[in-house]
């Protein structure tokens, strides 16, 4: 078979080891060949494609981003777009197709797939918010990152008796904040499935300062105040019509100083939750999709994406994968609730 393979959507560290995985066992075992698309679906909308094979993927295991590139590209807001990426995979002589991304780039391969392409799916997204799987690679990564800055901020916050406030991505979705926010002990977290009050939040404050230790508040970036609505920057919007969100700290940071009179600075980690290399959890889960993605096309099991359950990499109809976002349970929430204050 000739197989082409894809990374769509925000990278995340991992995506060259399932590459890697993919090109390994499909080449050494099956014997298949392949063809990487460059930047997610823009690669088969514009027939932009690149060697790939046992030589290219050489030392690319812990290697942070993605050797194919990504984009947000959306082949359905494209004129055309189905029809052109099917008519550049048949010239391509394609017979199968790999398309590793998060919810955008997996409902497009369920939609395409809907309408006749042979393509197989691979769960990634730092967000962890994709029903169907315990986990994606990128989250564990994100999470270390994230806790490592948290355990930073502590030393400083402490020296100087400041409220110091971490913005972490996620989207709509509180997995990176309640996870780094339990493993660096936060004062506060604040997910975008419990809508937050800014009294409460400066009553944990002050209630750290008086055990004489100061504050760390974990905001995930779609956290949202019980009156107000999301903090998004501008308006924009990408090709999948998401809003870019960006300042709920910034936000955090001028009530806890108006309200409270301390001293209160905003962190936002932005990217560096997303770039460098992956954490050892999530090459071995990486490379185990990867291995199981490429079983499922010499199988000609399509539609179809891997999947993590307990440690069992099973296969889930990819339309019911991309069905509903996963969020932070309430009982999760819960328990981390016991350390704030
Ligand atoms: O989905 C991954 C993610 O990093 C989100 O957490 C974040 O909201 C978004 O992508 C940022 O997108 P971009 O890299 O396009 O700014």
């Not at 194919?68 to 394609?94: F, K, M, Q, W």
């Not at 990217?271 to 993605?293: E, N, S, V």
Request: charged fraction near 20%; glycine fraction near 12%.
């Amino acid at each position: 078979m000739r197989i082409g393979v894809l990374t769509g959507g925000g990278d995340c560290p991992g995506l060259n080891a399932v590459i890697r995985a993919v090109v390994r066992k499909g080449e050494g075992v099956y014997g298949h060949s392949f063809v990487g698309y460059r930047d997610g679906w823009r690669g088969p909308l514009t027939g932009d494609t690149v060697p790939l094979d046992t030589a290219a993927v050489r030392g690319i295991l812990p290697r942070g981003g993605t050797i194919l590139g990504s984009s947000r590209t959306n082949p359905y807001a494209a004129v055309d777009g189905p029809s052109l990426v099917r008519e550049n995979l048949a010239a391509a002589e394609i017979d199968a197709l790999i398309a590793i991304g998060g919810e955008d780039t997996l409902g497009v391969a369920a939609q395409l797939h809907a309408e006749g392409l042979p393509v197989v799916g691979v769960p990634k997204t730092i967000d962890n918010d994709l029903s169907a799987t315990d986990y994606t690679f990128g989250f564990d990564t994100a999470v270390n990152i994230a806790t490592e800055a948290i355990d930073r901020l502590h030393t400083t916050a402490e020296s100087h008796h400041r409220v110091l406030i971490l913005e972490v991505m996620g989207r709509h979705a509180g997995w990176i904040a309640l996870h780094s926010g339990m493993a660096g002990g936060a004062n506060v977290i604040l997910i975008p499935e419990r809508p937050f009050d800014f009294d409460k939040v400066c009553a944990f404050v002050e209630a750290r300062f008086a055990t004489h230790y100061s504050p760390i508040i974990v905001a995930a970036e779609g956290a949202t105040p019980i009156a107000g609505t999301l903090v998004t920057r501008e308006g924009e919007l990408d090709a999948f019509g998401h809003v870019r969100l960006q300042g709920i700290a910034q936000v955090l940071e001028t009530e806890i100083r108006g309200r409270t009179g301390r001293d209160a600075r905003a962190t936002v980690l932005g990217h560096l939750q997303r770039g460098g290399t992956p954490t050892a959890f999530d090459r071995w889960l990486a490379t185990r999709f990867g291995l199981h993605a490429v079983d499922a096309v010499h199988e000609g099991d399509f539609g179809v994406m891997v999947a993590l359950h307990g440690t069992r990499i099973d296969r889930v109809p990819l339309a019911e994968a991309t069905r509903e976002l996963k969020t932070v349970p309430e009982e999760l929430y819960n328990e981390a609730e016991i350390f704030f204050g």
